[in-house]
């Protein structure tokens, strides 16, 4: 899935704020994301943008893609899907990736200006899969695209986290903040 948190800064130091972001609708920018989301309505009543930009998301925007260029929709493992995307190996497959960058952009832009961020962190899975990629993408441009706002989302740095296990260092953080030595 596509999970949303936020970080505060109080008294007792910092807390994360669990959140269901990622169940935001999904909020096409163009005619071929028009097009994902025709093409997701088939299945779901409802399209979220975890439908988009999560690891499954990719599988829907590859098939959309070929199904625009009239192509046949060749089934395979998401796993397989994003080694080929990744790669490059497959073009269809890297173009599905490019859109993918570009609604994820957009999304984490949106979560940015509705939460007022100072900063936006992309971890997990998803931020050690894309790290090599994302600068090359159209990520920022979307991030960025904000209309009026734009000034202010330039002023908001997007980090990765490419550290296989995270939340170890989180748990141990909040273990160690419950029981001080």
């Known amino acids: 899935g596509l999970g949303v948190a936020y970080v505060v800064r109080g008294p007792d130091g910092y807390r994360a704020i669990e959140t269901e972001g990622g169940h935001i609708d999904y909020s096409p920018l163009d005619t071929t994301e028009d097009a994902i989301l025709t093409r997701l309505r088939r299945q779901h009543r409802r399209v979220s943008v975890e439908r988009v930009c999560s690891g499954p998301g990719l599988a829907a925007i590859y098939e959309t ?99 296989p296990q995270p939340g170890l260092f989180g748990a141990a953080a909040a273990f160690a903040q419950e029981n001080p030595a």
């Open 65 to 163: 893609l070929a199904s625009i260029e009239g192509r046949a929709v060749v089934s395979m493992e998401d796993k397989v899907l994003w080694q080929l995307a990744l790669s490059g190996e497959d073009s269809l497959a890297a173009a599905a990736f490019d859109r993918f960058c570009l609604s994820l952009g957009a999304a984490a832009g949106d979560f940015a200006l509705a939460q007022g961020a100072g900063a936006v962190v992309i971890a997990g899975g998803l931020g050690q899969r894309i790290a090599s990629r994302l600068p090359q993408s159209g990520f920022e441009e979307r991030f960025l695209a904000k209309g009026r706002f734009q000034r202010l989302m330039e002023t908001i740095p997007v980090k990765l986290i490419d550290h």
